[in-house]
């Protein structure tokens, strides 16, 4: 089992920045690709970014593509979202999510571990 715990969540006005960060624990963090999914009110949950066990690969939604930084530090266990010139649009819950075997995912189908979310609001 790994337990995955979402931090640095708020409010942001539109055009600013925000760091969100998962703690991982329970098994390998380095034996995982991690990735991070949102829901919007009304929506589906969708696909954000990911990036493989080693932090040498990533990949984006082209909704956030040169605006946000996925990365991850294997000695804390941590994995963490840079938003970058934050819209509206970009308000939502975000999911820290994990998947045995370290490569890339998109599909939520394909995720193994779950967090509980953080809110994200951006205000216009």
């Known amino acids: 089992q790994v337990q995955l715990v979402e931090s640095g969540g708020g409010l942001v006005q539109a055009g600013g920045s925000l760091r969100i960060s998962c703690a991982a624990s329970g098994r390998t963090f380095s034996n995982y690709a991690m990735g991070w999914f949102r829901q919007a009110p009304g929506k589906e949950r969708e696909f954000v970014a990911t990036?493989?066990?080693?932090?040498?690969?990533?990949y984006y939604a082209d909704s956030v593509k040169g605006r946000f930084t996925i990365s991850r530090d294997n000695a804390k266990n941590t994995v963490y979202l840079q938003m970058n010139s934050l819209k509206p649009e970009d308000t939502a819950v975000y999911y820290c999510?994990?998947?045995?075997?370290?490569?890339?995912?998109?599909?939520?189908?394909?995720?193994?571990?779950w967090g509980q979310g953080t809110q994200v609001t951006v205000s216009s």
């Open positions: 999510a994990a998947r045995d075997g370290g490569a890339l995912w998109v599909r939520e189908s394909l995720t193994d571990y």
């Open positions: 990036i493989n066990w080693s932090g040498a690969g990533t």
